[in-house]
């Protein structure tokens, strides 16, 4: 069993940056992946970025791309997404997720999850 602890979320304005992390207890993710999904209000949850544990071989959205980092610490057990560039359409609850194998995008790969924490990003 893995849990995971989010913080980091707040308001920012446009332009702006902001740095989630999620800090995990229970099993290690050693071949494992850390992914993260928002969710906006009246949308559906979407992927934004994921990265593999051990090699860090990281994956974004087309929509995040050249903007967020995903990285990991491992002795911290300590994923972080780092948002630049924040735009309004950023806007949303930003979740991690873990999965104790190889996942993807889609957000049924993976079997633990934060509690979420609110991103705003004012115009």
């Known amino acids: 069993q893995v849990q995971l602890v989010e913080s980091g979320g707040g308001v920012v304005q446009a332009g702006g940056s902001l740095r989630l992390s999620c800090a995990a207890s229970?099993?290690?993710?050693?071949?494992?992946?850390m992914g993260w999904f928002r969710q906006a209000p009246g949308k559906e949850r979407e992927f934004a970025a994921r990265?593999?544990?051990?090699?860090?071989?990281?994956r974004y959205a087309d929509s995040v791309k050249g903007r967020f980092t995903v990285s990991r610490d491992n002795a911290k057990n300590t994923g972080y997404l780092e948002m630049n560039s924040l735009m309004p359409e950023d806007t949303a609850v930003y979740y991690c997720?873990?999965?104790?194998?190889?996942?993807?995008?889609?957000?049924?790969?993976?079997?633990?999850w934060g509690q979420g924490t609110q991103v705003t990003v004012s115009s």
């Open positions: 990265i593999t544990w051990s090699a860090g071989f990281t």
């Open positions: 997720a873990a999965s104790p194998r190889l996942a993807f995008s889609a957000a049924v790969e993976y079997d633990y």
């Open positions: 229970g099993r290690t993710l050693s071949s494992g992946t």
